[in-house]
């Protein structure tokens, strides 16, 4: 299931500025002009971007997606998949685990159960995860790290806008009429960088930090599971443990829904 309550939320932000506008007597029209967008969101992408390689680029349309249309994470699948791991495990032997290699959805997941399988000792299997967790939490910190730079450079360009419209005013005071619509455009590039700093990137960089959050902690989770399936826990030892790092609120949550039934 996709996840798509941040593009949902930044459209109903941008929503309740265009309707507030027009409730406020002015035209969403007015915003609609080249020169301010160019310089905001232009100036923007390659300011915010400067500062990272080349090769870092490459990531900016994917982390993009997955901020605004990724996989929803479910903690809970992911226990059901630990626990019917462990019954197989449990009932046939590690070495059983081989054949559901292949059904393993979750790379992380499947290479710990191929290094389990390979007869890797807990130490090495935890070292080895663990690093991939490391790594895992760096690349999701970069992409967060884009897109939060960019929401601190949106305002700056808007002001620069701003007085760059501004000194097109000052070198035309002797056409005293033209000087308000001018003023008006000059103050859209703020407006823009504003709007796009607290609507879109910053958003976006929240999202991706909370992302971030939950997949490395259902891999450790995993983790911690896969360590138990090793030393021959049940699946319900296995579920147990996984569910040590939830909130009380919501552990058994499927058990009490049966139970209810």
Do not use: C
């Amino acid at each position: 299931m996709k996840d798509t309550w941040t593009s949902m939320a930044i459209g109903g932000a941008l929503a309740s500025v265009l309707v507030a506008m027009v409730l406020d007597g002015s035209s969403p029209a007015v915003l609609i002009k080249p020169a301010p967008l160019i310089l905001v969101f232009g100036g923007t992408f390659f300011a915010g971007t400067a500062g990272y390689l080349k090769s870092d680029l490459k990531r900016v349309k994917p982390i993009l997606l997955r901020a605004t249309k990724g996989d929803a994470f479910d903690m809970e699948i992911a226990i059901q998949e630990m626990a019917r791991l462990a019954g197989v495990a449990k009932s046939q032997g590690i070495m059983a685990l081989d054949k559901e290699t292949s059904s393993i959805v979750d790379p992380f997941l499947r290479r710990g159960v191929e290094l389990a399988v390979d007869g890797v000792n807990s130490e090495e299997i935890l070292e080895v995860l663990e690093n991939d967790i490391q790594a895992t939490r760096e690349r999701h910190r970069m992409g967060a790290k884009v897109f939060a730079d960019m929401g601190g450079f949106a305002p700056t360009m808007g002001i620069i806008g701003t007085v760059m419209g501004l000194v097109h005013v000052l070198g035309n005071l002797s056409n005293p009429q033209s000087l308000g619509p001018a003023i008006g455009s000059a103050f859209t590039a703020t407006l823009w960088g504003v709007l796009s700093a607290n609507v879109f990137w910053l958003p976006i960089s929240n999202k991706l930090k909370r992302s971030s959050e939950v997949e490395v902690q259902i891999k450790q989770m995993e983790l911690e599971g896969l360590l138990a399936i090793q030393s021959g826990a049940s699946s319900r030892f296995v579920r147990t443990r996984m569910e040590s790092f939830l909130a009380p609120e919501v552990r058994n949550k499927p058990d009490e829904k049966g139970a209810a039934a």
